[in-house]
């Protein structure tokens, strides 16, 4: 069997507690109960499954979901080596059978004919079909599948099956209130409570243009970003170009109402 050291977390990450989702959490580990967390990107979602995996004792193995993701790439596969064909458990498989935490991180991003292979992990049979070796792998007692999913990726092209969604608990998650937000961008990044405070009122003001030409305003990520390059050196208004402007928008008029707003903050 392979070992997991390697996705155990050894340190605790930060994560500071917006509600009761770390209490959540725990009483859906308690009956393996599959968990979604459902939130914008950059919120938190995955530090909250690496401080809880680490806050349970249990490796966390991550599989980031695009769109040319196979089931193949779940499950595993037959692969040459100097022996001849071996098989090859994939990342969902290895914790299945070792009782690791799957974390599926922005699962919408996977076709929905790929998603549908933990169907069978996600209800009372909790067992994983390798077709392709005719065996059946029945998950390790302490095995727990977590996805993320970002609502704003909804579309008709773009959305998890009901029957998916409805295996799940669901978890939602926000950006923090002002005040925990420039409290987790002076402990992620270095800064100063003034820096802080003032990156979170330039964050909030993009997002009060989510819909009026953004998609997504500024995330905590994209704030801690800044807050880096401020503690590097760079002018505040320069890091804010860096790390909140030109990545969210192209279009020159946001980019001048971001700017000015960011004056206005600064």
């Keep these: 069997m392979t070992n997991l050291d390697a996705y155990r977390i ?17 009483a859906a580990y308690r009956s393996r109960m599959p968990v979604m967390l459902k939130g914008p990107t950059g919120c938190g979602k995955t530090r909250f499954v690496e401080h809880m995996a680490w806050r349970l004792g249990r490796p966390l193995i991550t599989v980031s979901c695009h769109e040319d993701m196979t089931a193949s790439d779940l499950v595993g596969r037959y692969l040459l080596d100097a022996e001849g064909t071996v098989w090859h458990d994939g990342p969902l498989t290895l914790a299945v059978r070792q009782g690791a935490i ?10 929905q004919d790929t998603t549908v292979v933990i169907h069978s992990l996600t209800d009372d049979r909790r067992i994983l079909p390798l077709e392709k070796k ?4 029945k998950a390790h007692p302490d095995f727990q599948v977590v996805i993320s999913y970002n609502p704003g990726y909804q579309s008709v092209l773009k959305d998890l099956k009901e029957s ?8 939602p998650f926000d950006y923090p209130e002002a005040a925990g937000e420039a409290e ?3 402990r992620e990044a270095g800064a100063d409570k ?5 990156l979170v009122r330039i ?17 905590t990520r994209m704030l801690v970003n800044a807050a880096l390059l401020v503690a590097a050196g760079v002018p505040i208004m320069e890091a804010c170009q860096v790390a909140l402007v030109i990545p969210i928008t192209d279009d020159d008029d946001l980019r001048d109402a971001l700017t ?6 600064v």
């Excluded at 003034?194 to 003032?198: C, Y």
């Excluded at 003001?205 to 995330?219: F, I, M, P, V, Y």
């Design 102 to 111: 799957c974390y599926l991180d922005e699962i919408v991003e996977a076709r």
């Design 164 to 171: 998916t969604k409805q295996r799940f608990a669901a978890i």
């Design 260 to 265: 000015g707003a960011i004056a206005a903050c």
């Design 10 to 26: 050894a340190k605790e990450p930060f994560y500071r507690s917006v509600g009761g989702e770390v209490g959540l959490f725990e």
């Design 184 to 186: 987790i961008v002076m």
């Design 194 to 198: 003034r820096t802080a405070e003032a």
């Design 134 to 137: 005719n065996e059946v792998v």
């Design 203 to 219: 964050g909030a003001r993009s997002r009060n243009l989510k819909g009026h030409g953004l998609e997504e305003g500024a995330s």
